[in-house]
């Protein structure tokens, strides 16, 4: 593999750096661990059960390794805010996970508070790999609970209960990590009084972040089949709307605040890594159907890597020459393929967007404003959603405070349209 001193891509002619010049570029780190003890009756995520094939989680964990080589070769991870090991559920690979939470962190140099997030399930949440995760540098864990209602987890066809999860809050937090717990409401057959009750048990848990989706049916998973043969009602979107209000009353009550349209925290523990998301932080994605963001230049020295110069294995991935003159980043997505990845960690992307500064600015405004602090009105201005806002303002949609550009609480209930609305401003006049 050919690599490049990070100077390369910073000062290349013509493409937009985020960072001042001479500065290392600050980028997140995602790892997809595609592996769940079994699949969830509504998941389309890209996750299957771990075969039971000798070495499988040890592959695993060096396949990860060797992506990350990669990418600090490049010089992409030489100022890293957060590292994100998600899934499916990491902690299915057992003590592995371990090997491959050092591993990412080789070549790479963190920032002094990095935060690095392990994602886990009440089923495999065991209190020993916790602790060993503690030790290998994790500093929070995202638990996935859905729900405190027994019934409510059958529906969703999670493998765990209720006790379970509590249990597994409370091992968590006896490592002293911080902790996200991710609920869900609009599930089909799930009352308002189960979702308060399950928003109250996350509360009472003493987790500082909550997270909190309502259910999209997505095509062919058994929970939207069984909705169409009329085994359950599709959710009601005014339920769960009253579901997110209720949830909102609640956490802030009980001291987590909204700081994303999903996500809230007590103060000091909002997630740095899905901030970077919000704020246009790029990313290097690492794992089957994992997505990247990057510069265009650093995307461009990655291009010329021997490692991308070959569509990869079994025909997977692209062959691609240059980057479009004028592109400002790239996003680009590994193969879904688990072998491909496990034979090929290193390979060129199956997709590739390439977005100019007109789409990239749309693209920070839209997501900017899902968070509470909304977006300044210089990125308002650039991303061509001035007026569009003014006219969300007058709905009361959004509130003009301070220089800023923020959701208002009715916004909130209406954040699709609002995100929408300014996407398609900045997108429509990126394509002027
Ligand atoms: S645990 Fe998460 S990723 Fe795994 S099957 Fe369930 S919803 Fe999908």
Known sequence: MRSWPSSRWMSSPGHTNPNPPGRPLTASLYVHVPFCVLKCAYCDFHSAPISDEPGMADHFAWAVGEGASHWAALGALDDVASIYIGGGTPTTLGPSLVSLVESVQRGARLVSDAEITVETNPDTTDPALAGRLIGSGVTRFSLGVQSFDDAVLRILGRCHTATSARRAVDALLDTGARVSVDLMCGIPGQTL????????????????????YPLTLEEGTPLAIAARVGEFDAPDDDLAADMMQAACELLGAGGLQRYEVASY??????????S?????????????????????????????????SDPGVAGVGKTLDSVPPGTSRVRFLRSADTTAFLRKPVGPPEEVEFLTPAQAAAEDAMLGLRLAEGITEELAERAGGTEILGTLEARGLVEHVAGRWRVTETGWLLGNEVFEAVWHAGTRRGLA
Do not use: K
């Not at 103060?267 to 740095?272: A, H, I, K, N």
């Open 276 to 308: 970077g998301y919000w704020t246009g932080r790029p990313y290097v994605g690492i794992g089957p159907s994992a997505a990247s963001m990057l510069p265009a230049a650093l995307f461009e020295a990655a291009i010329a890597c021997e490692a991308w």
């Open 265 to 274: 925290a007590r103060p000091g523990e909002e997630s740095t890594h899905n």
């Open 193 to 212: 009084d189960s979702w308060t009750a399950s928003v109250e048990a996350a509360l009472a848990s003493g987790v500082g972040h909550v997270s909190v």
